[in-house]
């Protein structure tokens, strides 16, 4: 069976830190794209960032750039992502998701193949 499962998430203060992470099971990110997005109560679901497992290769939304990082261990079966300066706005359910990686890297949600159940970050003010 494919798995995403998603971990990592909590409550924390404006200004802090978290690091999500993605595991994968019955499936391995070899030559998969895996990518970050979120969804607050209310709004479109947002693609955040996304890595290539082919070559390492990473993309960032504006709103994030510069505070989120994207990382892999591959070895693992593993993806990550690194959240600081969190803001009030950054509370949603996260997710993360995989493609196939086949063509450049993008965070259009629709065209990606495998999903985790989201893991939810609240950040107090």
């Known amino acids: 069976e494919v798995q995403l499962v998603e971990s990592g998430g909590g409550l924390v203060q404006a200004g802090g830190s978290l690091r999500l992470s993605c595991a994968a099971s019955g499936f391995h990110f070899d030559d998969y794209a895996v990518g970050w997005f979120r969804q607050a109560p209310g709004k479109e679901r947002e693609g955040l960032s996304v890595?290539?497992?082919?070559?390492?290769?990473?993309r960032y939304a504006d709103s994030v750039q510069g505070r989120f990082t994207i990382s892999s261990d591959f070895a693992k079966n593993t993806v990550y992502l690194q959240m600081n300066s969190l803001k009030p706005e950054d509370t949603a359910v996260y997710y993360c998701a995989a493609f196939d990686g086949i063509g450049p890297l993008h965070l259009r949600g629709n065209e990606y193949t495998y999903w985790g159940q989201g893991t939810q970050v609240t950040v107090s003010s």
């Open positions: 890595i290539s497992s082919s070559d390492g290769l990473t």
